[in-house]
């Protein structure tokens, strides 16, 4: 008997109102419907209902990928610090990577991710270039210890990844394999039924290589992505480009305004009736790493734009940027509050829309005071230009001119062209076709397997709770028995039998419970059909089958496994 397949038996701690912690609704979400609970920040115990979901995510990553030519290893947990040295990464990698001394007093971390693991193990097996292409991947536990995890599954500290890692003798091979894993990720996240978008992504410090996110589009999303309305481009706003025509403004001569106390730019364009664009935003930052490590720098950007710090550090080839305090912004020459480009000692650099315009208005780094007719030809000698400004909505399409729309996205996975960068200090070296030592190519995948989970119930959900696509449903029916006549739970016993001998996951409600309850049960935890049968339609031998959309039928008791069967293979979901 397979007890734990009957409701009385499983373990599904639902809660009757909403976590009073949980902010976004996956989270509340997979509590109350008896999923997930917490251990401690960032960590989570999956419940046999979200362990089921997950086992099912994991089959289809695994069917696809192995359909596409990856193989499937599984790489330790715990991993050596020297690997982590070897390849210049402790030291950036920083306070997510969380580390320890074994008791023989040996630095050692968590794996938030396996490029040095998996890099060490090629490099000492590779021998030949006969041995390339591969492509190896895990399901696996990660840790990363977040400064800041939350919203339940989405980020945690410890959670589930699949991580693949592709080896090639070439930049074409790498390319071919970039372009598989690329089809094959969208091929996994259109089987789960989700509304996706690839997206170009930004590269890190590294420069030049590719790489895309793919994105579940939601509202709970932390990441800004920018997609164009007229054709495929789309991009997360950290990497994203676009144009806005913006007015050209008089040229002007130089003058100086009192604007006492007035200090955003929204309020300085106000009180001088101009367009917020006419503005020149200043804001001053700390830089880290690069050859302007420690340095203040300046950066300016329209008055309706929004500064991309991700820009600035690539403008600045750093590791990344701090706002600066008060102290920094005045050593370099500047007011807080008041901030122009005029007159500051400091590198400066400016978004390239500013290039050659005039007529603008600024601080004069003067307290109350600003200047208008500014025109960074003529007054701002020394300054650089970049792309510095966030795409917004309604810009134009840089490959169509269509107008760009903005949506939030939840990040599922990535793919990545490294290139050398591991395989190089990590010594992944071959012998190649011509006998000489090359160093190989790498490639990277990742899919947040517990993100994905999340991801899945932001899109899939209504008043009544879950609503999972058939192919991840914990349980592909739910099996209602109402009454607790002798006939019924035989009759219902029966049907349970007879589809769990078709191979049918089955859920069988069997509680005490009044019918109301065990509808709203199933409804929150988001079982895709419902059979269910009662003393009356059994003695006209009927029971009724309905789908979580909400339709109903009563159908013969007879016909019932069979029309289950058909059901589940329109809908899609073959396990
Ligand atoms: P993020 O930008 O969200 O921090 P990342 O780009 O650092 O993620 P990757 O290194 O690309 O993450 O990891 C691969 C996948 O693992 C991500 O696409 C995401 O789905 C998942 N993931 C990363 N961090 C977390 C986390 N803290 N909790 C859950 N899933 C995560
Ligand atoms: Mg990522």
Same mark, same amino acid.
């Given at each position: ?92 990698? +920083? ?97 789960? +039924? ?248 790498? +490639? ?132």
């Amino acid at each position: 008997m397979i007890a734990a397949m009957r409701y009385s038996k499983l373990f599904i701690p639902t809660l009757r109102d909403d976590p009073a912690d949980a902010e976004v609704i996956s989270h509340k979400l997979l509590l109350r419907a008896g999923y997930i609970r917490r251990v401690t920040s960032g960590v989570y115990d999956y419940l046999p209902l979200a362990l089921r979901v997950l086992r099912k995510i994991e089959a289809v990553i695994r069917q696809e990928l192995n359909r596409s030519g990856a193989q499937e290893l599984l790489m330790p947990m715990v991993q050596p610090c020297e690997l982590w040295e070897k390849s210049g990464r402790m030291e950036k990698y +920083g306070p997510e990577l969380l580390r320890f001394k074994d008791r023989h007093g040996h630095d050692s971390c968590l794996g938030p991710t396996h490029e040095e693991v998996i890099s060490d193990l090629v490099a000492r097996e590779l021998r030949s270039y006969k041995q390339l292409p591969m492509n190896l991947y895990q399901i696996q536990t990660k840790f990363r210890d977040e400064i800041r995890p939350r919203f339940g599954l989405m980020r945690g500290r410890e959670f589930i990844m699949k991580d693949g890692y592709s080896f090639h003798a070439d930049d074409a091979c790498l390319a071919a394999e970039y372009d598989n894993m690329f089809a094959t990720y969208c091929r996994i996240f259109e089987r789960f +039924g989700l509304n996706f978008r690839p997206v170009e992504a930004d590269c890190g410090s590294i420069g030049g290589n590719k790489t895309h996110e793919f994105h579940v589009l939601a509202e709970s999303g932390e990441d800004l992505i920018a997609h164009c309305s007229g054709c495929d481009y789309a991009a997360n706003v950290e990497k994203a480009v676009s144009e806005r025509s913006v007015q050209a403004f008089e040229a002007a001569t130089l003058q100086s305004v009192d604007t006492p106390n007035v200090t955003s730019a929204e309020d300085v364009a106000a009180l001088l009736s101009l367009e917020p664009s006419a503005l020149l935003k200043t804001v001053v930052y700390r830089v880290i790493g690069g050859e302007n490590d420690a340095t203040v720098i300046a950066a300016c950007v329209r008055g309706d734009d929004q500064l991309q710090e991700i820009k600035l550090i690539h403008a600045l080839a750093a590791d990344g940027v701090e706002m600066a305090t008060d102290e920094e912004v005045q050593s370099i020459g500047g007011v807080s509050g008041f901030i122009g480009p005029q007159g500051l000692s400091c590198k400066l650099l400016l978004d390239q829309s500013l290039n050659e315009a005039a007529g603008l208005v600024a601080g004069a780094n003067k307290k109350d005071a600003h200047v208008t007719g500014l025109d960074t030809a003529r007054d701002l000698d020394a300054a650089s230009f970049a792309d510095l400004r966030e795409t917004r909505a309604g810009d134009d399409c840089l490959k169509c001119g269509s107008a760009i729309e903005l949506s939030r996205g939840i990040e599922v996975g990535q793919v990545f062209a490294l290139g050398t960068q591991y395989t190089e200090s990590m010594e992944v070296m071959f012998q190649n076709q011509q006998g000489k030592r090359a160093v190989a190519t790498m +490639g990277c995948y990742g899919i947040g397997v517990s993100r994905l989970m999340a991801a899945v119930v932001e899109q899939c959900n209504d008043d009544s709770g879950i609503s999972w696509p058939p192919e991840l449903a914990p349980f592909q029916l739910g099996l209602i028995t109402m009454g607790k006549s002798e006939e019924v739970m035989q009759a219902s016993e029966t049907i349970y039998q007879q589809l769990l001998d078709a191979g049918i996951d089955v859920l069988w409600d069997e509680r005490k419970e009044r019918p109301g309850v065990k509808f709203k049960d199933a409804e929150l935890i988001g079982l895709p059909m419902q059979v269910v049968i009662g003393d009356r339609g059994l003695k006209a031998g009927l029971v009724e089958m309905g789908l979580r959309s909400g339709e109903r039928n009563e159908v013969a008791l007879t016909d019932i496994v069979n029309l289950v069967i058909d059901q589940l293979k329109t809908s899609g979901s073959t396990n």
